[in-house]
């Protein structure tokens, strides 16, 4: 994998792309609570600035509505819980079969939450499709209690086939276990978009849900991993850092 920096001009991208953007651990860093990762007003200057040459979209494991709020750009695309919700314009999406599983997801939560309240640290967030369990809060000796809470509720419906379980950063993830993820949705998106394949697709993120739209863009679109160190990953680049990634929005917005 070869940096970013020294492969890439960004006047190669004077034709026309697609810019999509994971956001925590891309956008912004990451941080100890989710309710923390707000976007720097400087970065949403420069999306701001690149939705009016490129096409921009942010993609991400939040609620639709969340991310929505906290990039706060009009005329971009936006897709959240890990792709099962989509929305832009003249674009919108909300994976019907995901929507029969709410019901499940919020149960689940609830049931977590009574389980898990005594450990301290662990944030269980019901995001409405998916959800999240954090645990970068939680001390060392404690985990293995979390890891065992969590098989004994969620792994039922592992096994009935309704949800999945997934890892992130610090993070576990419950989602309705369906042939849906960012690859897929970052594809449906482009699809959308330029149907006519006209424009470059750029996809930066940091974490393992991004591994999907690295693979899905695998031979058409520049892929990007956000990451300090070198690691196994479809990206065919790599930045170190979220400010290495301001740097190349810099860039582009300088390129004229």
Known sequence: MKHFFNQLKPENLKAGAILVFDYDGTLTPIVERPELARLPSDVRRLLRTLAKRFKV??????????????VGLDGIYYSGNHGFEISGPRMKLVFPQAERVRPIIS????????????????????KGLTASVHYRLVVRDKLKAVKKTLEKIVKPQVLSGRVRMTFGKKVFEIKPNLEWD?????????????????????????????EDAFLALKGRGITVLVSKRRKKSHAKFFLRDVGEVKKFLK??????
């Open 57 to 70: 979209a942010i993609i991400s494991g939040r609620s639709l509505s969340d991310i929505k709020k906290r």
């Open 107 to 126: 149960k689940l939560c609830a049931e977590l939450r009574r389980e898990l309240k005594r450990v301290s640290g662990v944030i269980v967030e019901d």
């Open 251 to 256: 860039k582009l917005v300088a390129t004229k």
């Open 182 to 210: 960012k690859g897929r949705a970052v594809l449906w998106i482009i699809a959308s978009v330029d149907p006519k394949k006209k424009l470059v697709p750029v996809y930066l993120g940091d974490d393992k849900t991004d």
